[in-house]
């Protein structure tokens, strides 16, 4: 990041670091108890909205680096003699959008810092306490399906399994798609999974 506030703007971000990471390790628990109240589905509605505006944000202190690395790198325009680059440089450095996104930018920042530090602090009014574990790794899952535990669905995969095979009008270049539709419950998964294992 070339700004002039880089800084600055690093110190924020690396607090947001270390109280994202408190966060987590307290949502890893809330994930394994897996308990519903309402005020822990407020709290978790005003983490998601935190994160959307950090993730914004991020894009915007990226898409403000890039678009100030092209104003300023030589290579990337026209050639010009060095004084000219050196006026330029100035000037960008001079610029009143670039005071004001950096005024701007800190500002959203340090409201940003404060909205992560009451999240963590309603933590702990939570009383969530954080998982001492480490990263758990969540179960991997797969395709593959018992067939000896699945009952009435071969017709079905049989027909599904004709579609895919013949060629029709349907088709995408070499490939076909075929949808699975129903009620929640009536197996879809199961039957999409039988075939896939064929």
Same mark, same amino acid.
């Given at each position: 990041?070339?700004?002039?506030?880089?800084?600055?703007?690093?110190?924020?971000?690396?607090?947001?670091?270390?109280?994202?990471?408190?966060?987590?390790?307290?949502?890893?628990?809330?994930?394994?108890?897996?308990?519903?109240?309402?005020?822990?589905?407020?709290?978790?509605?005003?983490?998601?909205?935190?994160?959307?505006?950090?993730?914004?944000?991020?894009?915007?202190?990226?898409?403000?680096?890039?678009?100030?690395?092209?104003?300023?790198?030589?290579?990337?325009?026209?050639?010009?003699?060095?004084?000219?680059?050196?006026?330029?440089?100035?000037?960008?450095?001079?610029?009143? $959008?670039?005071?004001?996104?950096?005024?701007? =930018?800190?500002?959203?920042? #340090?409201?940003?810092? @404060?909205? *992560?530090?009451?999240? %963590?602090?309603?933590?702990?009014?939570?009383?969530?306490?954080?998982?001492?574990?480490?990263?758990?790794?969540?179960?991997?899952?797969?395709?593959?399906?018992?067939?000896?535990?699945?009952?009435?669905?071969?017709?079905?995969?049989?027909?599904?399994?004709?579609?895919?095979?013949?060629?029709?009008?349907?088709?995408?270049?070499? $490939?076909?798609?075929?949808?699975?539709?129903? =009620?929640?419950?009536?197996? #879809?998964?199961?039957? @999409?999974? *039988?075939?896939?294992? %064929?």
């Amino acid at each position: 990041m070339k700004f002039a506030d880089k800084d600055k703007f690093s110190s924020y971000l690396k607090k947001w670091q270390t109280l994202l990471r408190i966060i987590n390790a307290s949502l890893e628990n809330v994930e394994e108890k897996q308990t519903s109240s309402r005020s822990l589905e407020l709290w978790l509605s005003d983490l998601r909205d935190v994160a959307y505006d950090a993730e914004y944000i991020i894009d915007e202190l990226t898409t403000e680096a890039r678009r100030r690395q092209i104003t300023e790198d030589p290579d990337a325009a026209s050639p010009t003699c060095k004084v000219g680059r050196y006026f330029s440089a100035c000037f960008l450095r001079l610029n009143p $959008s670039t005071a004001k996104f950096s005024t701007k =930018m800190e500002f959203r920042l #340090k409201s940003l810092t @404060a909205r *992560l530090e009451e999240a %963590v602090a309603m933590k702990d009014a939570l009383s969530l306490v954080e998982n001492d574990r480490g990263i758990r790794e969540r179960p991997r899952t797969n395709s593959l399906v018992d067939e000896s535990c699945v009952y009435g669905r071969e017709c079905d995969k049989e027909i599904v399994l004709h579609l895919l095979m013949n060629d029709s009008d349907d088709s995408v270049g070499d $490939s076909s798609v075929v949808s699975i539709v129903g =009620m929640a419950g009536v197996g #879809k998964t199961t039957l @999409a999974q *039988l075939v896939y294992t %064929v």
